[in-house]
């Protein structure tokens, strides 16, 4: 291991955990909902849906999939091998997962899995900015 990889600050090792959580989780869920659009998978009702522009899971899902479970999972390479332009992709990620969750609240009932994802959200977002993270990796400011 390079000695910048070993140097990482906890934030930045923090924020790898937080996007590997959220990416196997999202890669899950989006193929839980793509393999099964009628929801039997995941337990969830197709009536959740009514009164949103779908008739089942699948676009949810592909969006789930590759959004929130693809995407932060390229992010968390990116953080490994070249961590400034990754940064900016990390607290895309988190934005990301805010507005996804507080979409899903406004159709589908609330859970405390949302809710923990949420904080997920805002996790990533907030250590994008924390010091040890700008120092490290350029941080969403930059220098």
Same mark, same amino acid.
Do not use: H, K
């Given at each position: /291991?390079?000695?910048?990889?070993?140097?990482?600050?906890?934030? *930045?090792?923090? %924020?790898?955990?937080?996007? %590997?959580? =959220?990416?196997?989780?999202?890669?899950?869920?989006?193929?839980?909902?793509?393999?099964? $659009?009628?929801?039997?998978?995941? =337990? /969830?009702?197709?009536?959740?849906?009514?009164?949103? $522009?779908?008739?089942?899971?699948?676009?949810?899902?592909?969006?789930?999939?590759?959004?929130?479970? *693809?995407?932060?999972?390229?992010?968390?390479?990116?953080?490994?091998?070249?961590?400034?332009?990754?940064?900016?992709?990390?607290?895309? *990620?988190?934005?990301?997962?805010?507005?996804?969750?507080?979409?899903?609240? %406004?159709?589908?009932?609330?859970?405390?899995? =949302?809710?923990?994802?949420?904080?997920?959200? *805002?996790?990533?977002?907030?250590? &994008?900015?924390? $010091?040890?993270?700008?120092?490290?990796?350029?941080? &969403? %400011?930059?220098?």
């Amino acid at each position: /291991m390079s000695a910048a990889r070993s140097s990482r600050p906890a934030a *930045v090792w923090a %924020l790898m955990a937080l996007l %590997l959580l =959220q990416g196997l989780s999202g890669v899950a869920g989006g193929v839980s909902l793509v393999a099964a $659009p009628d929801g039997r998978i995941m =337990q /969830m009702p197709v009536s959740y849906l009514d009164g949103s $522009p779908f008739s089942d899971y699948l676009i949810p899902g592909l969006i789930l999939l590759l959004m929130l479970g *693809v995407f932060p999972l390229v992010v968390l390479a990116g953080l490994w091998l070249r961590p400034r332009p990754a940064s900016y992709g990390a607290f895309a *990620v988190g934005c990301g997962l805010i507005f996804w969750i507080l979409v899903e609240v %406004l159709i589908i009932p609330l859970s405390a899995l =949302q809710a923990f994802f949420g904080v997920v959200g *805002v996790l990533i977002a907030v250590v &994008t900015l924390l $010091p040890a993270e700008r120092r490290c990796c350029g941080g &969403t %400011l930059g220098r």
